[in-house]
């Protein structure tokens, strides 16, 4: 704390001394702004009558960036030593779910993209762009999952460790992670990406054939791959709604662990390709 509060002030202090000197003044006034700075436009006021107006200006400019700077440095040392005094292994966990948090928003991003890019019609330049898309899609969804399989495993290595501290918000967050919805979430966003993939590849490779109609083979083979990934978001979004209010319920029966969780996830439904 006061990193540059202290520095501000003896240099302000100094040079109200020297004004005092300059001017003859009682050079204790520098001693007073020193120990409190808000006096300061008294002193200005006082010394310089005619340009005191704009000396005073300038000293609340300055001292409202100080103050302003010595929050934020305050908050960002704060935040720093948040868990300094809880034990290694609590605070190795805390990180690893900090990690976590931050795969799940990146996952959520990529999918928010894939759902805007879905909307743009069929075109040979947009299927090139949207197989890009769900291949940067399924790597963050393979970072995800391996951050949460790092959770469970430091959970289970360290299982005497949270015991005998009674730390049973580290197993509500476990169980979280390892319940059925959230695994049944993932295996569906990953069918709706294979589908997806599987139907953009087969609309890349014979563009001309399907919108030109030109192959009754190529359009019955379309209709059943977009049949699939048709059910396949429908899934999806069933899944997506189960886990999100799975997550809100029990955020709401375990408020002390609201911190550890993802944020505001992904809400809205995945539209189908068009």
């Not at 999952?145 to 469970?152: F, H, L, Q, R, V």
């Not at 999806?236 to 955020?251: G, L």
Request: with cysteine.
């Amino acid at each position: 704390m006061y990193y540059i509060y202290f520095s501000f002030i003896f240099i302000l202090s100094g040079l109200i001394f020297l004004e005092c000197k300059r001017w003859s003044l009682p050079k204790w006034w520098a001693v007073i702004v020193f120990a409190a700075p808000v006096t300061t436009p008294y002193f200005i006021f006082k010394s310089r009558k005619g340009s005191s107006l704009i000396l005073c200006l300038i000293f609340l400019v300055c001292f409202s960036l100080v103050t302003a700077g010595e929050i934020f440095i305050h908050s960002k040392r704060k935040a720093k030593y948040k868990y300094a005094t809880l034990p290694p292994v609590t605070r190795q966990f805390i990180h690893y779910s900090e990690i976590l948090k931050k795969n799940t928003q990146s996952l959520d991003k990529e999918i928010v993209k894939l759902k805007h890019q879905s909307r743009v019609h069929s075109k040979i330049d947009k299927l090139e762009q949207t197989i890009v898309l769900i291949s940067e899609l399924r790597q963050a969804m393979y970072d995800n999952k391996a951050a949460i399989k790092s959770i469970i495993e430091f959970v289970g290595n360290h299982r005497d460790f949270f015991t005998q501290k009674d730390l049973q918000w580290v197993y509500e967050i476990e169980r979280f992670y390892k319940d059925r919805i959230v695994i049944a979430y993932f295996k569906s966003l990953e069918n709706y990406l294979e589908n997806f993939e599987t139907l953009l590849r087969f609309c890349y490779r014979n563009f001309d054939a399907i919108t030109k109609g030109e192959s009754t083979i190529h359009l019955k083979n379309y209709d059943e791959y977009y049949l699939r990934y048709r059910r396949a978001v429908d899934s999806h979004n069933r899944f997506n709604t189960r886990r999100i209010q799975f997550q809100n319920d029990f955020i709401k029966r375990y408020p002390e662990i609201k911190a550890y969780l993802p944020d505001k996830r992904h809400t809205a439904a995945v539209r189908l390709w068009e």
